[in-house]
């Protein structure tokens, strides 16, 4: 590829589009309606790292820090860095069983909206084809344009297509390699599969030493290739593009995504974490963690089925889906959505595990899915006792809900009042939807035409008070959230 002429065409979009790259032109993006109705989506953590399946998808860098877990375990179980490093696990990925169409079907089975397999995670292997680095699925490991094949998959099935660039971090990951003798010390240049390896850097530090022009330049023309090969309908982005060097080039990349997007007829969405992006430009998304409250814009939670890696390992902590599926009806409740990632083995198998996850997810939502998709916050959206943790990496402990937790959607004439923990004694008191009497004010002023249970044939007994909306079942049993539709007159 010729570089400079593909950044001449980018600086030309740029020019000649509606979007310029900067804050006031992008703040002209409108979170698309197919995103903000989908609610739930499927990230796919996959690559060269699903080879050594050891610690989680850090293994990349780890293996070249010494006195680490994962630097001991490589030396025992490969041979010292030197003679045997991360690339050399590259034709060891070899993705003989990866079948892209039942990877679909079951992200739909799984009543997921939307897919974001990793394009390129920090190791800097990507998984489509590529003109800028042979160090790719299509000329080494599987040999396959995983990507393309997902692409074509996904959108069989209705689905929407996205995709995640983690490659800004590649900047500095397999920096440690440089300390010793490993292989990370042969000569380097543009292209190469270790580039540019810099020093380990103070990582919360924003105004830390650049990456190279040429990087920056690169990061760039990956992330364009992406969205000019594959079309994605979402780019999400992990964290360290919010380094200062990155200021610029973010932008950019964003006005041209938009801009050609709207040559395409299509309405796409960018994911960011922390302040990379003013606010307003994109979509905040919050790692492994949640809002406590409602939001009045659009935001996103990604997270994993499995609490100690994004990749697949022989030892991953699994959650259970109920508390997936809590976690999902907490988050729409706030005008969010949940981005789940699983990890698919190195020969393109999906874990028993992570497979049973999705389907018991899919299972719920196929029967509760009106209470999510294409719903909308109501005036409250939660009412009792447990308090969710706010912030990035929260989710590394289960949270212990009770009967009077209760989480609640609009959608059309009906509110819906998701019980997190449904009660033995089929008792449920909604506080929320209490009558107002004048001197105690509720946030519920409508008339309550019906009260039914998704997913059950029993009709609840029901009564409105001063205090709360009274609800009894007699048969309703359930290990997962139940929902109560309130159809109003």
Known sequence: MDRQ?????????????????????????????????????????????????????????????????????????YGDQKNFG?????????????????????FKDAGARYVVPV???????????????????????????????????VEKQNLVFCASSHRVEHAFFMGPGREFDSDVREPMKLGDFYWPAMPLLDLNDLYSPAPPKEFLDDWLLRTCEIVDRYRPRLIYFDWWIQHSSMRHYIKKFAAYYYNRAAQW???????????????????VDIERGQFAEAKPYFWQTDTSVARNSWGYTEHNDYKTARE???????IVSKNGTLLLNIGPRADGTIPDEDRNILLEIGRWLK??????????????????????????????????????????????????????????????????????DGSHPSPFDGIIKDISVL??????????TNEALNITTKNVKSDKPVVFKIKLE
């Open 367 to 436: 029967v509760n899915g009106e209470a999510v998709y294409n719903s909308k916050v109501w005036r409250v959206a939660a009412e009792g006792p447990t308090k969710i943790q706010e912030g990035q990496f929260t989710d590394g402990k289960s949270k212990e809900f009770t009967p009077e937790d209760i989480r609640f959607t609009v959608n059309g004439s009906s509110i819906y009042a998701t019980v997190l923990s449904y009660p033995d004694d089929g008792k449920v008191r909604v506080k929320s939807l209490a009558k107002a």
């Open 455 to 464: 997913g059950f044939d029993e009709k609840p007994v029901w009564e409105r």
């Open 324 to 330: 997936i599926i809590c976690d999902l009806v907490d």
């Open 265 to 283: 007829g299509d309405d796409v969405v960018i994911n960011y974490k922390n302040d990379s992006f003013m606010f307003g430009t994109a979509v």
């Open 86 to 106: 991360y690339k050399d696990f590259i034709p060891m990925f070899k993705a003989e069983k990866f079948n892209p169409d039942e990877w679909a079907e079951l």
């Open 119 to 153: 394009a390129e995670h920090h190791d800097g292997f990507q998984m489509y084809r590529s003109e800028l680095s042979h160090f790719n699925a299509y000329e080494m490991g599987p040999k396959r344009d995983i990507l393309g094949e997902l692409k074509k998959a």
């Open 5 to 77: 002429k593909y950044l001449d065409e980018i600086e030309r979009v740029i020019r000649e589009g509606k979007f310029r790259d900067d804050w006031d032109s992008l703040n002209n993006f409108k979170v698309p309606e197919w995103y903000r109705n989908a609610k739930f989506g499927i990230f796919i953590h996959w690559g060269v790292y699903s080879v050594p399946a050891f610690a989680n998808e850090w293994y990349p860098r780890n293996m070249y820090v010494q006195g680490t877990p994962e630097f001991e375990h490589h030396r025992k179980t």
